[in-house]
């Protein structure tokens, strides 16, 4: 921590500190906990369902403070502000539950991507954006036509359609829940003229693909029969997709 940049968090001695004290100023109330980075860092405790404490972290070329929202292991909101005022307002608007436009609203500053926007419409609104832009991935690899051919054979299956679809490495799978993490439901190896397509299920973390633990194990010769195999693998009344994430 530079002291010259940040002279009120070295006189307080923790950003944990200056915050409490910064809140009191405002006749605010918070809980501040511990950060992950220690003095320099700090965490501002959320009462609504679902939200993670505001991560708080400082700039270290300048001064600014920097926050980040999550909810279920997703980033719904971040923002940088020179002014230690408004990032307490954060953490109370964000730890009461308001909206992401509403925070938007009161603090400019704070951004929510298009991903966070639709978590918080809904499981089925993020569901349709991420097969949106997967089937937008496999368009934009024609050289790769056995990818596309899977991607659209999936999407065509209503029971994989309403799961959480992503890419890893030209793999496609399909998880039960939007959050993280969350355990995959089946996932699928793209084929080539020399080898079949590969359906695997498995109990492991989506996001470790290649240590998960692997429990069956399918061959076919084509993408249509690949997404029918994934189906008839799926645990029975698994989905549709939801917000929220495994209990580890």
């Known amino acids: 921590m530079d002291s010259e940049l940040y002279p009120d968090l070295a006189a307080a001695g923790s950003l944990g500190a200056l915050l409490e004290r910064t809140a009191a100023e405002l006749a605010l109330d918070i809980t501040v906990m511990p950060g992950l980075w220690g003095v320099t860092s700090a965490g501002i405790s959320a009462s609504a369902p679902g939200r993670k404490p505001l991560d708080v972290h400082i700039g270290s070329e300048r001064r600014w403070f920097g926050v980040t929202g999550t909810t279920h292991g997703i980033e719904m909101i971040s923002g940088a502000t020179t002014d230690l005022r408004d990032v307490v307002r954060a953490g109370v608007a964000w730890g009461s539950g308001k909206s992401l436009r509403d925070l938007h609203?009161?603090?400019?500053?704070?951004?929510?991507?298009?991903?966070?926007?639709?978590?918080?419409?809904?499981?089925?609104?993020?569901?349709?954006?991420?097969?949106?832009?997967?089937?937008?991935?496999?368009?934009?690899?024609?050289?790769?036509?056995?990818?596309?051919?899977?991607?659209?054979?999936?999407?065509?299956?209503?029971?994989?359609?309403?799961?959480?679809?992503?890419?890893?490495?030209?793999?496609?799978?399909?998880?039960?829940?939007?959050?993280?993490?969350?355990?995959?439901?089946?996932?699928?190896?793209?084929?080539?003229?020399?080898?079949?397509?590969?359906?695997?299920?498995?109990?492991?973390?989506?996001?470790?693909?290649?240590?998960?633990?692997?429990?069956?194990?399918?061959?076919?010769?084509?993408?249509?029969?690949?997404?029918?195999?994934?189906?008839?693998?799926?645990?029975?009344?698994?989905?549709?997709?939801?917000?929220?994430?495994?209990?580890?």
Request: net charge negative; charged share 25%; aromatic share 8%.
């Open 105 to 248: 609203e009161l603090l400019p500053w704070l951004e929510s991507s298009e991903f966070a926007q639709a978590v918080e419409r809904g499981p089925a609104e993020a569901v349709d954006l991420a097969w949106g832009r997967l089937r937008r991935q496999a368009a934009e690899a024609p050289e790769f036509p056995e990818f596309g051919e899977l991607v659209e054979a999936t999407h065509a299956e209503p029971r994989l359609r309403r799961l959480f679809p992503f890419a890893s490495m030209w793999r496609v799978g399909f998880r039960a829940c939007v959050g993280f993490p969350c355990s995959l439901a089946v996932f699928i190896t793209p084929g080539t003229e020399t080898r079949p397509f590969l359906v695997q299920c498995s109990r492991g973390h989506a996001e470790d693909p290649e240590l998960r633990d692997r429990d069956l194990t399918g061959e076919a010769a084509t993408a249509q029969e690949a997404a029918a195999l994934a189906v008839a693998l799926l645990p029975a009344g698994l989905g549709p997709a939801v917000i929220g994430s495994d209990d580890l």
